[in-house]
């Protein structure tokens, strides 16, 4: 039994770096048939029935109730001001590249601040997040262009980041351990709360309800959040912070990857390039210490 939950553990990351690139296929699908909030706001909701329903039906534990603040503010700096952060910045014209790029400078934004939480980062490990921005760089160098770019949108993305990072940290710190199916249900209430007075004030709640919006909504709620943030929640728990954020270099690579099977898009020798390199990078900084 140990040795089969040694080997689900160590497939973890594989899983989550999948479910995570399909966020931008998602976005592709969901954002010309909703604004951005909107669509949150009901990705939020499903997730919360969703875990709700798993969680009564598996009698699951609920956390103590001194810990519910600490979950709902990671949930809210890693949910709300994250996705809310990023989609809006690429709804208002920014290269999902670019996007891309900032949000991937979060495994070294994480290294930086990973002292704050009794983390420390060796040489081998600076050198492997290097290795990794770059190779993210040449994965979406074709995609990067400042036309469109505003200030709002800039500072949209850097405060999704900011936010992605300091929520990892603090769940980390403050919160590592408790059940993904009523955690989620207080983080996604959480997040709900904070997106949905924004989405009333700033959209118009107009949803197209075709089967690409509703396949993108039903992937958002069950496999993007019921999985993807469940696998996430379970790799922080286990390892440390700069070692879970650094699989997100490989995120990029396989969003293109699968940008090229499903939409025709290309996939140049640059970004092949791009891949391999990301590739050793997240490996020095997953490397246990000798």
């Not at 704050?116 to 074709?142: D, P, S």
């Not at 309800?209 to 909504?217: G, V």
């Not at 929640?233 to 286990?238: D, E, F, G, Q, V």
Request: glycine share 8%.
């Amino acid at each position: 039994m140990q040795s089969q939950s040694s080997l689900l553990l160590r497939s973890l990351p594989g899983i989550f770096i999948f479910i995570w690139a399909s966020g931008y296929v998602v976005a592709k699908y969901g954002l010309p048939y909703a604004e951005p909030l909107t669509f949150l706001c009901m990705r939020y909701l499903g997730v919360i029935l969703f875990m709700l329903t798993l969680a009564v039906i598996m009698r699951a534990p609920w956390p103590a109730r001194s810990a519910w603040p600490q979950i709902a503010v990671a949930g809210i700096l890693m949910q709300a001001m994250y996705l809310g952060g990023i989609w809006c910045a690429v709804k208002l014209g920014m290269p999902a590249g670019l996007a891309a790029l900032i949000a991937n400078t979060q495994p070294i934004l994480t290294a930086v601040m990973g002292p704050l939480i009794g983390e420390r980062i060796r040489g081998k490990q600076w050198l492997g997040l290097a290795f990794g921005i770059m190779g993210v760089g040449l994965v979406v160098a074709n995609k990067i262009s400042v036309v469109s770019l505003s200030p709002v949108s800039v500072g949209l993305a850097t405060m999704a980041l900011l936010a992605m990072t300091t929520g990892t940290l603090y769940q980390k710190k403050t919160c590592p351990s408790f059940d993904v199916r009523t955690g989620q249900v207080i983080q996604f209430g959480a997040s709900l709360l904070v997106t949905l007075p924004f989405a009333l004030l700033l959209e118009t709640q107009t949803v197209q309800w075709t089967p690409q919006f509703f396949a993108a909504l039903a992937w958002s709620v069950f496999v993007l959040s019921g999985v993807g943030i469940s696998v996430l929640y379970i790799l922080i728990r286990h390892g440390e912070a700069t070692k879970v954020t650094s699989y997100m270099y490989l995120v990029p690579a396989v969003t293109a990857a699968m940008a090229w099977l499903m939409f025709g898009e290309k996939f140049t020798a640059t970004a092949a390039a791009g891949m391999a390199i990301a590739l050793a990078g997240v490996a020095l900084v997953v490397r246990p210490a000798r």
